[in-house]
């Protein structure tokens, strides 16, 4: 009930101005109040949240809209399907899976492809979801390691001469792939992982004619 409802009932006040129906939770009952047409649509918004709330995790705005536009277009089935998709558990128990739609196809291409482009604006998961798809491969041994590899590409900024070994300078690049590795298995195991070359990380211009049997390989901002 309380991840259904949200922090200060926020997801039942983002549902009932999405369909003008009244959602009220007394205890573990949920009632809801309005014209039909908007008790279908509510009633089918909290459906099609089931998988999430039910696991007690907490429900976001990109949840909410996902599924109304599931809703919307017909593609209901195939949003339940997307709550099913769980692909790993973070370090503090959170599901981490695919949240849209265009995600969820992501997803797939990645497992069905051995290559996959991913085209989109910053912040819709593109690495994230690449490294928690490669940390599962790993954890099912469908691979030996992974390759993170990044361009050393300035975005404007003058970083000067960076001080360190090859992989120190390619750190601040890396950043992203970092951040999704941590979140994944913190910070020691990816220490380890790296110390044992199970996880390897490797500026784009230092890969050329080397053979890459049985990896996982990740190219980040690809475009540069």
């Given at each position: 009930?309380?991840?259904?409802?949200?922090?200060?009932?926020?997801?039942?006040?983002?549902?009932?101005?999405?369909?003008?129906?009244?959602?009220?939770?007394?205890?573990?009952?949920?009632?809801?109040?309005?014209?039909?047409?908007?008790?279908?649509?509510?009633?089918?918004?909290?459906?099609?949240?089931?998988?999430?709330?039910?696991?007690?995790?907490?429900?976001?705005?990109?949840?909410?809209?996902?599924?109304?536009?599931?809703?919307?277009?017909?593609?209901?089935?195939?949003?339940?399907?997307?709550?099913?998709?769980?692909?790993?558990?973070?370090?503090?128990?959170?599901?981490?899976?695919?949240?849209?739609?265009?995600?969820?196809?992501?997803?797939?291409?990645?497992?069905r492809h051995d290559l996959t482009?991913?085209?989109?604006?910053?912040?819709?998961?593109?690495?994230?979801?690449?490294?928690?798809?490669?940390?599962?491969?790993?954890?099912?041994?469908?691979?030996?390691?992974?390759?993170?590899?990044?361009?050393?590409?300035?975005?404007?900024?003058?970083?000067?001469?960076?001080?360190?070994?090859?992989?120190?300078?390619?750190?601040?690049?890396?950043?992203?792939?970092?951040?999704?590795?941590?979140?994944?298995?913190?910070?020691?195991?990816?220490?380890?992982?790296?110390?044992?070359?199970?996880?390897?990380?490797?500026?784009?211009?230092?890969?050329?004619?080397?053979?890459?049997?049985?990896?996982?390989?990740?190219?980040?901002?690809?475009?540069?």
């Amino acid at each position: 009930a309380m991840a259904l409802a949200g922090e200060a009932e926020a997801t039942l006040h983002r549902l009932e101005a999405l369909t003008g129906a009244s959602l009220v939770l007394r205890g573990l009952s949920l009632h809801l109040r309005g014209r039909a047409s908007q008790l279908e649509r509510a009633s089918g918004l909290v459906e099609l949240l089931r998988p999430l709330w039910q696991e007690g995790q907490s429900i976001t705005q990109v949840d909410v809209q996902t599924a109304l536009t599931a809703l919307d277009t017909g593609r209901g089935e195939e949003h339940q399907q997307l709550g099913r998709q769980v692909l790993a558990r973070s370090q503090a128990g959170k599901l981490l899976r695919p949240r849209t739609l265009k995600q969820k196809a992501y997803v797939e291409a990645i497992e069905r492809h051995d290559l996959t482009l991913a085209l989109g604006p910053a912040g819709t998961g593109k690495t994230f979801l690449a490294v928690v798809l490669a940390m599962d491969y790993l954890k099912r041994q469908l691979v030996d390691r992974i390759v993170l590899v990044r361009p050393a590409v300035e975005a404007g900024e003058q970083l000067g001469f960076l001080p360190g070994d090859l992989s120190q300078k390619i750190d601040p690049y890396l950043r992203p792939l970092y951040d999704a590795l941590y979140e994944m298995l913190g910070f020691e195991t990816v220490s380890k992982y790296i110390e044992r070359h199970i996880i390897e990380v490797a500026p784009l211009a230092f890969m050329r004619g080397r053979t890459l049997n049985n990896s996982f390989i990740i190219l980040d901002e690809a475009q540069n």
